[in-house]
């Protein structure tokens, strides 16, 4: 079955740029998404069709795919932006997938 | 503004069923196709079903033959109906609309209510 490959975990000092990754063999072919959850709450769009964000979303977030990987990119990482991130993609429209979730830590 | 809102999880044991409800206003709801995603305790997310906007209907291998995708347009409800649930199945069920552009609609949840959860257990 197809998956998408997220580190686990990524930690950074607040002002600081966090990077996830999101590794898949059909992200060349394929758009990723991507999620933040809070703890105790539902996910949030933050980036769709690689590299768009949705309105309200803060600018510090971006996007980007370059062949089998994915890049969330956060630009001056608040202590806010603590929370899950999962990429998520679709190999056929009928088979999508979430990454594994990477939990950012900011302090 | 987007709202959905799910109800109908709770206590159930192996092998029984139980039938999950997701209330959508906001939006034009028959416009959308709409997603079930679900969450383990403390593991991710794990999408599980879709509904098209002209029917076509998707489904996780982990839940194929076993959970059934509905809706009523004219009510602005998704359903879910779960039967011979497993310990597995324990989880918060996220329903989600569908991402839209441009006439069409992907197999990819962009707004979500806030999950409610069923814990399969004797």
């Known amino acids: 079955s197809y998956e998408l490959t997220q580190t686990p975990s990524v930690s950074v000092s607040p002002g600081q740029t966090a990077r996830i990754t999101c590794s898949g063999d059909?992200?060349?072919?394929?758009?990723a998404y991507w999620y933040q959850q809070k703890s105790g709450q539902a996910p949030v769009l933050v980036i769709y069709?690689?590299?768009k964000r949705p309105s309200g979303i803060p600018e510090r977030f971006s996007g980007s795919s370059s062949g089998t990987m994915a890049t969330l990119t956060i630009s001056g990482a608040r202590v806010e932006d603590e929370a899950d991130y999962y990429c998520?993609?679709?190999?056929?429209?009928?088979?999508?997938?979430f990454g594994g979730g990477t939990t950012l830590t900011v302090l | 503004d987007v709202q959905l809102v799910e109800s109908g999880g709770g206590l159930v044991q192996p092998g029984g069923s139980l039938r999950l409800s997701c209330a959508a206003s906001?939006?034009?709801?028959?416009?959308?196709?709409m997603n079930w995603v679900r969450q383990a305790p403390g593991k991710g997310l794990e999408w599980i079903s879709y509904?098209?906007?002209?029917?076509?209907?998707y489904y996780a291998d982990s839940v194929k033959g076993r959970f059934t995708i509905s809706r009523d347009n004219a009510k602005n409800t998704l359903y879910l109906q779960m039967s011979n649930l497993r310990v597995e199945d324990t989880a918060v069920y996220f329903c989600?609309?569908?991402?839209?552009?441009?006439?069409?609609?992907?197999?990819?949840?962009?707004?979500w209510g806030q999950g409610t959860l069923v814990t399969v257990s004797s």
């Open positions: 989600a609309s569908a991402y839209c552009s441009d006439g069409s609609c992907y197999v990819v949840p962009e707004y």
């Open positions: 906001g939006f034009n709801f028959r416009n959308y196709g």
């Open positions: 509904f098209g906007t002209n029917s076509t209907t």
């Open positions: 059909a992200l060349p072919k394929r758009y």
């Open positions: 069709e690689d590299t």
């Open positions: 998520y993609s679709t190999v056929r429209s009928d088979h999508p997938v």
